[in-house]
């Protein structure tokens, strides 16, 4: 089984490293994915939206068929919707991908490659609204959302979440349990500040506040 991981630059740090440490600790301890990999538009490093650089594993010409395809998010989506090397990428990608799956913004990466229309789908609160006026795409305001094979969730942290939900519906619970045992992934319920009250907090949090 191949997992791509898709990179660019400015992209949100947490958004690819989150999923990538539920996918490591996957194969780890409970038989995942066989190869795991980076992957951009070129070979070099990649400079994500806080300062990390990353070098990936293979770029567009050498990658491999992919079985899934997870597209983070980050400010760097914003110029990357008008990338066509990358769409095209990610198009050709999904025509054999079992699922494709977006964290926070990806999903309009998702969308600009014609993979949302008619989908349920979310993505960071601060660009719900954003996500709604591309007027093809129901948007759902909870943690992560699945339609037809096209996985979505909020932001950053939520895919952590999104990928444990993608383990346990395509490996089982058992599975999905071994991976957050190992890396402890057991969220608290603390809330600092309120925030969770504001106005613009997506639906989801406001219920669990």
Request: negative net charge.
């Amino acid at each position: 089984m191949n997992f791509g991981v898709l990179l660019f630059d400015k992209v949100e740090e947490l958004d690819f490293v989150g999923p990538w440490e539920m996918l490591a600790m996957w194969s780890k301890v409970a038989e995942g994915p066989g190869r795991c990999l980076l992957v951009a538009e070129s070979p070099g490093p990649v400079q994500c939206a806080k300062g990390l650089s990353v070098n990936p594993h293979c770029s567009f010409a050498d990658c491999p068929p992919l079985d899934y395809l997870l597209v983070p998010g980050g400010q760097g989506t914003r110029a990357e919707v008008g990338n066509p090397n990358l769409l095209d990428f990610v198009s050709a990608q999904a025509r054999t991908c079992k699922a494709v799956l977006s964290v926070c913004t990806g999903a309009f990466i998702l969308h600009a490659a014609g993979l949302l229309s008619g989908k349920r789908a979310t993505t960071h609160w601060g660009s719900l609204d954003r996500l709604r006026t591309l007027g093809d795409v129901e948007v759902v305001e909870q943690r992560y959302v699945e339609d037809g094979g096209v996985w979505s969730s909020a932001g950053v942290s939520a895919g952590i979440d999104l990928m444990l939900a993608f383990i346990a519906r395509t490996a089982g619970d058992d599975a999905a349990g071994k991976v957050q045992f190992a890396a402890e992934y057991y969220p608290s319920s603390v809330r600092y500040g309120a925030y969770e009250n504001q106005v613009q907090a997506p639906a989801y949090l406001k219920s669990t506040a």
